[in-house]
């Protein structure tokens, strides 16, 4: 220390070693000897260097003798004020193993001062045992005390035990520091909290338990009741997994080998819980148990998260065999109810090729539907319709347009009155989850070769003539089910030979960012370019169709003079 009385040989506080001391920071509220805190150890002491008294050895001496120490031990050397009580004690020497709260070991305490490093100390039981010690040569052995230090902004509070001993004209320190053990015991128990598991050891041979906290809590067990006996364990256990359990324990207590086994028990609450018992055994000399081992684990809310994933696959198995179910009676219905022909058909002079192909995959109708037959006058009537929605209503509604439409055709009932029954026939109808429906519908005449034809809020047919591909003049008519009375006329055109009609329904032309004119447009010019080849319905849905970006069920009907 600068200036101090013949003291030559005591090491400045800067070259003590303790090279963060500045970067330590005071504390708001208290301290020991045996913390950092938040306070700058300053090297230059509040005293004058000729209000120092000098120790009896040097300090390179003290710390010789202080190296060889187990344990946190220090030598304080005092600083004196101008009226010659002592200010402050400034660490001039530290055993290797000396550890403070703040985390300082050995040779960093070195140089530092207690009154700031350690502002709070002054005035305490502990500063007082410091200067009896000194002032009358008893030793100092102070009651165990607890010290709080914010370290980052983190409390840290310790415990320890101080014994101070003057000699050489200083204070030699020790202390011990109790709550390491009481940290490690928190943080088994928050271990054990979050794990949901507690430990637990049988003593054989005195007949002892022992439970951890968390152990009550998982048998919901009142703690003053003392742990449960092996006697009155089965109590608690479900009857079914009672024998398992005790095959188990008969292993552990006979063979001597370890268990993992789950059961289950029932609580004073009458609440079921799945637990699991980890233990193995300890033998004497002999071979035989003496003490068992092991930990409670409850599992219940592992074992619900499981009932709820399997009931969860339950419910998806259940769903995929209705999907199965659905997809097989839909494959019924399509051949019962909209039979695709292998060839091409010939009805009163005309050849018509169908194409049909459902959004769904795997489910062979939707709501798009067609129709092709030979009336009894030998007439041709050729349909093409559109019900909202798909699946098994759609289908189911698809077919009560088609039969009946079909059946009043037979009769000779004209176009436009058949559409006005069908309007009635939806709306009327039990189920308006699909009551809406287009409809595209013609009569051919091949005595005339005249095409009559009416529509219900359908797109028109394409007619492909001399290379130039056009629609036809839609007549007036509202899409079925939409009002309850509608109006529907017809329109005529005289077929020629090489003609080509195209009836077809909206997912043809429909594509996402693409409107419904553009689409339009882009199948004339298609089959304009494609002309009146060999199989155009195929080149048709080959130039057109795109299986990634479709969005809609797709029927079309080809009709050739």
Not at 92 to 113: C, H, I, M, Q, T
Not at 237 to 266: K, N, S
Request: hydrophobic share 40%; proline share 6%; charged share 20%.
């Amino acid at each position: 220390m600068t200036g101090s009385r013949d003291e030559p040989d005591v090491p400045e506080p800067g070259n003590s070693g303790f090279g963060g001391a500045t970067a330590l920071s005071r504390t708001a509220g208290g301290g020991s000897a045996f913390s950092s805190g938040r306070y700058v150890a300053r090297r230059q002491p509040a005293v004058t260097a000729a209000d120092t008294r000098p120790p009896a050895l040097t300090a390179a001496a003290v710390q010789e003798l202080f190296d060889g120490l187990p344990g946190s031990a220090i030598f304080l050397m005092p600083l004196y004020g101008t009226d010659g009580a002592v200010a402050d004690f400034r660490i001039a020497a530290a055993s290797p193993d000396a550890l403070d709260v703040g985390g300082r070991r050995g040779k960093e305490l070195v140089g530092l001062s207690v009154l700031e490093t350690y502002p709070s100390v002054l005035g305490t039981a502990l500063w007082r045992g410091y200067l009896d010690a000194l002032e009358n040569g008893v030793r100092y052995e102070g009651e165990p005390f607890a010290y709080e230090e914010v370290l980052a902004g983190i409390p840290h509070l310790s415990r320890f035990a101080v014994r101070a001993t003057a000699g050489q004209g200083g204070l030699v320190v020790s202390w011990v520091r109790l709550d390491s053990g009481e940290r490690e015991q928190r943080r088994l128990e928050v271990m054990q909290r979050l794990g949901n598991m507690g430990w637990a050891n049988w003593d054989l041979v005195r007949d002892a338990i022992t439970w951890s906290e968390q152990v009550y809590d998982i048998f919901a067990r009142d703690p003053s009741l003392g742990p449960m006996t092996l006697e009155e364990l089965p109590g608690h256990v479900l009857d079914e997994d009672l024998p398992a359990l005790g095959d188990e324990v008969r292993r552990l207590l006979g063979d001597g080998r370890p268990i993992d086994h789950t059961f289950r028990i029932t609580t004073p609450r009458g609440e079921v819980r799945h637990l699991r018992i980890v233990a193995e055994a300890e033998a004497d000399a002999h071979g035989s148990p003496v003490e068992v081992h092991g930990f409670f684990q409850d599992l219940t809310a592992v074992q619900r998260t499981k009932e709820q994933l399997l009931e969860r696959e339950r419910a998806a198995l259940a769903q995929q065999e209705t999907l199965t179910t659905e997809r097989a009676l839909a494959a019924r219905l399509q051949h019962a109810l909209l039979p695709l022909p292998q060839q091409s058909l010939c009805l009163a002079g005309l050849t018509v090729d169908v194409a049909y192909r459902p959004l769904q995959q795997g489910l062979n109708v939707g709501g798009d539907w067609y129709s092709a037959i030979e009336l009894p006058d030998r007439s041709a009537l050729l349909v093409v319709g559109d019900v909202a929605g798909h699946g098994l209503d759609a289908v189911a509604t698809m077919a009560q347009l088609r039969f009946t439409a079909k059946g009043m055709a037979i009769t000779g009932t004209p176009l436009a009155t058949i559409l006005a029954r069908l309007n009635t026939l939806l709306w009327h109808s039990a189920d308006r989850a699909y009551s809406t429906a287009t409809m595209v519908m013609g009569r051919y005449e091949p005595s005339s070769g005249v095409l009559t034809w009416v529509q219900a809020g359908h797109l028109p047919p394409l007619l492909l003539r001399d290379g130039e591909a056009r629609y036809l003049p839609s007549p007036r008519g509202v899409l079925l089910g939409a009002t309850t009375a509608p109006h529907y006329d017809s329109s005529a055109i005289r077929l020629l030979p090489g003609d080509h009609l195209l009836f077809f329904t909206d997912g043809l032309v429909e594509a996402p960012g693409v409107l419904l004119d553009d689409g339009l447009g882009h199948l004339a010019r298609t089959v304009a370019e494609l002309g009146g080849g060999p199989r155009p319905l195929d080149a048709v849905l080959e130039a057109l169709v795109d299986p990634a970006t479709r969005r809609d069920d797709i029927c079309v009907l080809h009709v050739s003079v």
